[in-house]
């Protein structure tokens, strides 16, 4: 059936608007008034009383689900805020899993702080964010010179474009193959508008 020209004109937006995904070196801030918070969470609750606690594949996490493997929820060493931070490895490489509600046609900006365990001396500590399943950022972090009292951490931000889904699911994934993988503390997600957002700063890549 033939179409109008205003009616393909929507329907290429329509195939267009695939969930875009992007990955932003740190140092690049988004203008206050740009962003509103979703979600913060240092991994303060619960709150344990010993050096770390391990959480296996199943277990709640405060606000996360570890959906594979081990992590530690530690207060060891030094964080990025408060007063706890996650190991993606426990015994075993692991993952934890947020679902957000999102509102259709918003970015969103997602920073965390990044760090490795330094207690088995040098090593460069490896893993992968993924939204809704796929990869958007993968992160290796060297701990080389860094110690307990100074972990040496950074800042790493990705942005993502939801398009109708209602919920997304954010994970965090080691992929070090030891006990001892990288660290993070310190996640937000907020959302700003498309036209606020440093679009300059990022490589943008479309998702079937």
Known sequence: MARTRPRTRRTAIGLGLAV??????AGVPASPAAAAVVFADGFENPVIN???????????LGPWSVTSGT???????????GNQSLDLNGYSPGAVARTLSTRPLTTYRVSYALAGNPDSGPIVATGQVTVNGHTVDSFSFDTTGQTPSDMGYVRRTFYFTNVLSPSTTLRFASTT??????????????SCLLVLCPAGARTTNRLP
């Open 20 to 25: 875009t995904l992007s990955t932003l070196l």
């Open 50 to 60: 010993n050096d770390f606690t391990t959480f296996v594949e199943g277990d709640q």
């Open 177 to 190: 193959a030891n006990a001892h993988g990288p660290v993070i503390d310190d996640v937000r997600v907020e």
């Open 71 to 81: 992590v530690d929820l530690t207060r060891d060493w030094q964080h990025a805020e």
